[in-house]
């Protein structure tokens, strides 16, 4: 039952992350449509903002979820229950945190803080491990220690992709006072063409780790 639980559980990462994604891919080009009106384009960043928040839940979930279906499926029996827990409480906080930056509009600094740090633990802790399995110096299934290293390079295209989207603020707010213009527009637009080559890239790897997932030994 437990390995069926956390199977179910571990496949909804990947629907709700992609799910997620794609509905955000297309809000997004709602605020680049010049049909649109500046409060219908206020509405579909509202709504981006909203369904964003599927994809980052299931990164944060991603990895507790796969380390507890490693164990259940005895290809991680050196990690004990306390290490697991430990994984979990840490995924648990952390995604308390996300969620507390996206309902308070990322306003109390301290919070946003607090997020960067565990992600960049995430990403340096998944990628060492990762390396690690890969060369033999840890007892890791090599397809794990790959979906670790596929994990790490997921947290980094989205530290990325915050990176690229910081630009989107200016042109919109400007938009929103003043209305449309080309030059808000052609800003808009620039900023989006920059970020949807490394979403893109984000969906390969995710299609990598399920294709990693489907080859595993039963």
Same mark, same amino acid.
């Given at each position: 039952?437990?390995?069926? #639980? ?8 990947? $629907?709700?992350? #992609? ?11 709602? %605020?680049?449509?010049? /049909?649109?009106? @500046? ?32 164990? $259940? ?8 229950? @306390?290490? %697991? ?7 648990? $906080? ?12 990322? /306003? ?10 565990? &992600? ?10 990762? #390396? ?15 979906? %670790? #290293? ?11 992709? &915050?990176?690229?989207? &910081?630009?989107?603020?200016? @042109? ?16 808009? /637009? ?5 970020? &949807? ?22």
């Amino acid at each position: 039952m437990a390995e069926t #639980l956390f199977t179910l559980l571990h496949l909804l990462i990947l $629907v709700y992350w #992609l799910g997620g994604d794609l509905g955000a891919f297309y809000s997004s080009s709602i %605020l680049t449509d010049a /049909k649109a009106t @500046p409060p219908q384009r206020a509405t579909a960043l509202r709504i981006l903002m909203a369904v964003d928040m599927a994809p980052r839940t299931a990164l944060i979930l991603a990895l507790p979820t796969g380390l507890t279906l490693g164990v $259940v499926k005895g290809w991680l029996p050196d990690l004990g229950l @306390p290490a %697991l827990l430990a994984v979990w409480a840490v995924g648990l $906080v952390w995604l308390a945190l996300a969620w507390a930056v996206h309902m308070n509009h990322g /306003k109390q600094p301290w919070q946003r803080q607090a997020d960067l740090v565990i &992600r960049w633990a995430a990403l340096l802790g998944c990628a060492g491990f990762g #390396l690690a399995g890969m060369a033999g110096l840890l007892f890791l299934p090599h397809f794990i220690a790959a979906k %670790l #290293l596929i994990l790490a390079t997921a947290i980094s295209l989205g530290l990325l992709i &915050r990176l690229l989207l &910081r630009p989107l603020m200016a @042109p919109f707010g400007q938009m929103m006072a003043g209305g449309a213009t080309p030059e808000t527009d052609a800003a808009i /637009k620039g900023v989006l063409a920059r970020t &949807r080559p490394v979403v893109m890239l984000l969906w390969l790897l995710l299609l990598m780790a399920a294709l990693l997932g489907l080859g595993t030994p039963t």
